[in-house]
């Protein structure tokens, strides 16, 4: 066993936005919008106090995601918690195409990986790659800017891309949920490969939209490979997304949706497209992912 290095962290964990079109499960990107997390040792027993997105909803015993996430951190890094006090302050909204589940497991890990005196590096993604199913939101919220994920037989791997300053993104929130799990079920095992090649194409480009020309996005965001698919489960996400891209704004479905990501020169959206059922929110782009801080 390692001896405990802290007796508690402090942790913010960014939202994140994968996808990017059809950059399925290979790319994401780190927003500005924050979960605030403190785990303190404690002599015995689990406590856990929810505020903000998913409070009434999200169970606060063994069965929390960030109190899983945690332990097996743990394991991992070979630290014993005696007891644990877990806080959660939650700004992300849950099962909205935010990255919520991928935000919670990666500051679990995160803390357990402090806990051990070690940061986050390729061992921690891989845990919360494994939790998630998927590392393009994990790698997002872990080292922030843009994640290019893949996978290595039963490694996940992923690359950071420095994202360009013009990508501005405006994320477009409706109040109804829509869970991950139950849209991955709505995919085919086997797409046409002419959409393959339109998606090898869109992605690669996306990555270079994204890191140096945002004038290339629009053409960049286009998708055959997931949304279509995905398309009963948030039909007014499908449309805001198309009336987007029609009056010329780089936008598609944010993750499993079904929020919507926008991203247009400035920020600013045109008027003339109707977002009515949508909660329009300009977030920056988050540089750095997840931080620890020892509690003071
Ligand atoms: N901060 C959290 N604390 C505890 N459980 C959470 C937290 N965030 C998410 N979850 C769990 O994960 C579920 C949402 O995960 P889901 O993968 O469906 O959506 P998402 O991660 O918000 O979106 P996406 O994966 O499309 O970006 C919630 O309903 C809840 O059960
Ligand atoms: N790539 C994932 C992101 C959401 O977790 C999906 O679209 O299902």
């Given at each position: 066993m390692t001896a405990l290095a802290v007796r508690g962290v402090r942790v913010t964990v960014p939202a994140s936005t994968a996808n990017l079109g059809s950059g399925f499960d290979a790319l994401g990107m780190a927003l500005g919008v924050h979960d605030e997390l403190e785990f303190a040792v404690v002599d015995g027993g689990l406590e856990v106090e929810v505020s903000g997105e998913g409070a009434s909803a999200v169970?606060?015993?063994?069965?929390?995601l960030v109190v899983r996430a945690f332990r097996a951190a743990c394991e991992l890094v070979g630290v014993e918690v005696p007891g644990l006090r877990l806080t959660c302050r939650n700004a992300i909204p849950h099962a909205?195409?935010?990255g919520s589940s991928a935000a919670a497991i990666v500051a679990g890990v995160a803390a357990g990986f402090a806990f051990a005196g070690r940061e986050s590096d390729t061992s921690a993604l891989q845990l919360a790659a494994e939790f998630e199913g998927h590392a393009d939101n994990a790698a997002a919220a872990m080292f922030g800017g843009v994640a290019i994920a893949w996978t290595q037989g039963d490694r996940f791997r992923a690359v950071r891309v420095e994202p360009h300053p013009g990508v501005t993104p405006v994320v477009l929130v409706p109040a109804e949920e829509s869970s991950t799990r139950t849209t991955r079920?709505?995919?085919?095992s086997k797409v046409p490969h002419e959409d393959a090649a339109f998606a090898a194409g869109r992605s690669a480009l996306a990555v270079h939209a994204l890191s140096s020309d945002p004038s290339l996005l629009l053409d960049a965001l286009d998708?055959?490979?997931?949304e279509p698919y995905r398309e009963p489960a948030w039909p007014a996400t499908t449309r805001l997304v198309r009336s987007l891209r029609a009056a010329g704004v780089a936008a598609a479905v944010s993750g499993a949706g079904p929020t919507v990501l926008a991203l247009p020169p400035d920020g600013v959206l045109p008027p003339r497209v109707d977002t009515a059922g949508f909660q329009a929110r300009r977030v920056a782009v988050d540089l750095g992912g997840v931080r620890v801080a020892p509690l003071g």
């Open positions: 169970p606060t015993d063994e069965r929390h909205r195409g935010l079920g709505l995919l085919p998708d055959r490979l997931h």
